[in-house]
């Protein structure tokens, strides 16, 4: 389905009060004073997102076979099928936009885009069953609490288990490119882990949790260079286990470091340690945490290119989506590494400020967010709105308030 949809976003703040808001925001450190005018920017933020996206959201044709995902090149909607990786992105921000305004119609909304997902709990040829069914039914249940959804997402988990090799400790990422990759696993995997912990936490059962510990130690071990930069794809052989190649898919080249992996890897060792407690995987989150800080290519607005080793530099696309990980996966690990949390603060805010720069915005879509890459090597979904981004900036404004909250209470 193509449409085109143009509802140009209400501006909420005049730039005199940005820069008024500006001065003392990005380096507060705990005082009463600046967290409340910080906490105010974020909350009127997630206002105006919720009112926007419920209008751009009931404007949409509801089609089971067209769920949001992006723009095409001449600005028309592009949309995908339950079966992609993306598809529980949008139902899980009409349901994080809908637990922030109890507005009825996002709940309504969310429900409808959520229905057509369900029948991938049973779809085995998949490693991303997290993303679209944890993202999407996960976020269901935690606010409603109905047991159907609990059970979606419970039999997704017993689903991708079914893709565990215990020769090489890890899920089985794609089944596509086997003449290239024998058993590919990609970093991005991490997140589907989420899925598995909570399969654990809900039930009791601990062959969820021991297998997202060994895959997430299988990653760990050998997707990650000395910097702590990351390949994308690291294939193994299946009968001994051994590492065959590492690649970086979707990277400049195979040394490269391909910006969304590596948020990809901070944001699920982080929720890793949040399941498990396991130091190692605290200390590879804050390694990647120091590796992406520190990188001479972070542009100053903390808005990355789509690789940090892309090769013309400053002349390359950003990748908002990259940025709204890495954000939100700093968010989470300042509640587990104090001594870091004004560096990580720092640089979310900066990405949080950055974000709400008028070159940002998406302008046409059903999305918040413009300027994602999806793929430079693959030429698909490059400099344009992609809706993963939204759901994790709406998450990153979350945790960035409820920090300040805490904060605030500290005093």
């Known amino acids: 389905m193509h449409m085109k949809i143009d509802i140009k976003p209400k501006y909420w703040w005049a730039k005199s009060i940005i820069l008024f808001l500006v001065v003392g925001w990005l380096g507060c450190q705990n005082k009463s004073i600046e967290e409340t005018k910080t906490r105010s920017i974020f909350e009127l933020r997630m206002d105006v997102i919720a009112d926007e996206f419920l209008q751009k959201a009931s404007a949409l044709t509801y089609d089971t076979m067209a769920i949001p995902r992006s723009l095409e090149k001449d600005g028309s909607l592009k949309s995908t099928r339950s079966s992609s990786w993306t598809s529980g992105f949008y139902s899980g921000s009409l349901w994080q936009l809908y637990e922030w305004s109890k507005e ?7 429900i409808q885009w959520m229905k057509p997902i369900e029948k991938e709990k049973l779809d085995s040829t998949t490693h991303d069953l997290g993303f679209k069914l944890y993202c999407s039914y996960g976020h269901a249940f935690g606010i409603t609490g109905r047991s ?9 988990a017993e689903t991708l288990i079914t893709r565990f090799n215990p020769n090489v400790g890890a899920i089985r990422s794609w089944d596509h490119h086997q003449e290239e990759w024998k058993y590919p696993v990609i970093v991005d995997n991490m997140l589907n882990l989420e899925l598995l912990f909570e399969a654990t936490k809900m039930t009791g059962d601990s062959t969820f949790y021991y297998l997202a510990v060994a895959h997430a130690t299988t990653t760990m071990n050998n ?7 990351s390949y994308h794809v690291v ?5 001994s286990g051994k590492v065959e190649k ?7 080249h195979h040394e490269s470091s391909w910006s969304r992996g590596q948020a ?20 590879q989150a804050e390694k990647i945490a120091s590796y992406i800080m520190s990188h001479p290519n ?5 808005i990355p290119y789509w690789d940090f080793d892309a090769p013309a530099i400053p002349d390359e696309p950003r990748d908002v989506s990259a940025a709204a990980v890495t954000a939100s996966a700093l968010l989470e690990l300042c509640d587990y590494s104090p001594g870091n949390v004004k560096d990580y603060i720092t640089l979310v805010d900066k990405i949080l400020m950055s974000l709400e720069q008028e070159k940002y915005q998406a302008i046409k879509g059903p999305f918040i967010l413009d300027h994602s890459v999806g793929s430079v090597p693959g030429e698909f979904e490059v400099d344009v709105p992609i809706t993963y981004a939204d759901y994790y900036y709406l998450e990153a404004l979350q945790r960035r308030i409820k920090h300040t909250q805490s904060q605030v209470q500290k005093i």
């Open 235 to 239: 294939s193994f052989d299946p009968s």
């Open 264 to 283: 990809w890897g901070l944001y699920g060792f982080t929720m890793a340690y949040r399941y498990t407690k396991k130091d190692v995987f605290l200390r």
């Open 148 to 156: 159907e959804y609990k059970e979606v997402f419970l039999q997704a």
């Open 246 to 252: 590492k690649n970086t898919h979707q990277g400049a």
């Open 298 to 302: 972070l542009p100053s607005d903390g």
């Open 104 to 110: 009825p119609k996002l709940k309504d909304l969310a």
């Open 223 to 229: 997707h990650f260079r000395e910097d702590n930069s």
